[in-house]
């Protein structure tokens, strides 16, 4: 049977309220960075309101899940060795259609640009190919024609690297997108799986090396967002 015969739920409708999100972002903003809107910098903003927004999107992504566990409808596992999702906020606030909520929260209680709050947050290095950003349009797909479905892939360090031009010549750098903590990720510790290896892996003067012979365990810590 394919999915287009399934009946799927519907996701869970948004609030459109106005009030939805000025209190929860003060909220944020105060017990969770302990300073008053003048005093803060646009990065404790930037995740003040970005919480405030997972707040709202949470219930709603529980519950859809809740709905297609009772309609028990087929599901898509996308696996990824990329996922190049851009920046979240910026993303939720164009798919939620929320731009005017989110300016008059920001903007009309505390004279905040939510335009710049975007440059606070680094685009997401889960890889550096073109196959990272087909991946991340089939799971818009997916959400778009409500087909329950799940992304996995892995959670790099250094996905994407920075460069720069010295001496005319191309240099790459590391990109450092995980920092400061990520307001958009949940991190699941009590999931994690230990996978059984062969060997062990040093690093060499720069170079990860495997030794065989030497059983080790990786640790896979799964991290919703």
Request: proline share 8%.
């Amino acid at each position: 049977m394919s999915l287009r015969h399934v009946s799927t739920p519907r996701p869970a409708a948004p609030s459109t309220k106005e009030s939805d999100l000025a209190a929860p972002f003060l909220r944020r903003l105060i017990l969770d960075h302990a300073v008053s809107p003048d005093s803060s910098t646009p990065r404790q903003r930037f995740v003040a309101i970005s919480l405030a927004l997972r707040d709202a999107i949470t219930p709603r992504w529980l519950e859809t899940g809740k709905r297609h566990e009772q309609a028990n409808p087929k599901r898509v596992y996308y696996l990824s060795m990329e996922f190049l999702i851009g920046r979240t906020l910026l993303n939720n606030v164009v798919n939620l259609r929320a731009e005017p909520l989110v300016e008059k929260a920001l903007g009309a209680n505390f004279e905040f640009s939510w335009r710049e709050l975007i440059e606070e947050e680094p685009d997401a290095g889960l890889g550096n190919g073109g196959l990272g950003r087909l991946a991340a349009c089939f799971i818009d797909s997916l959400a778009t024609l409500h087909i329950p479905a799940m992304g996995y892939g892995l959670r790099y360090d250094y996905g994407i690297f920075r460069q720069s031009i010295e001496a005319g010549r191309q240099v790459e750098h590391p990109d450092h997108w995980l920092t400061q903590p990520d307001p958009w990720e949940v991190v699941r510790p009590d999931e994690a799986v230990r996978v059984p290896i062969g060997c062990q892996f040093h690093l060499d003067s720069g170079v990860l090396r495997a030794v065989p012979g030497h059983p080790s365990e990786l640790v896979g810590v799964p991290y919703d967002r």
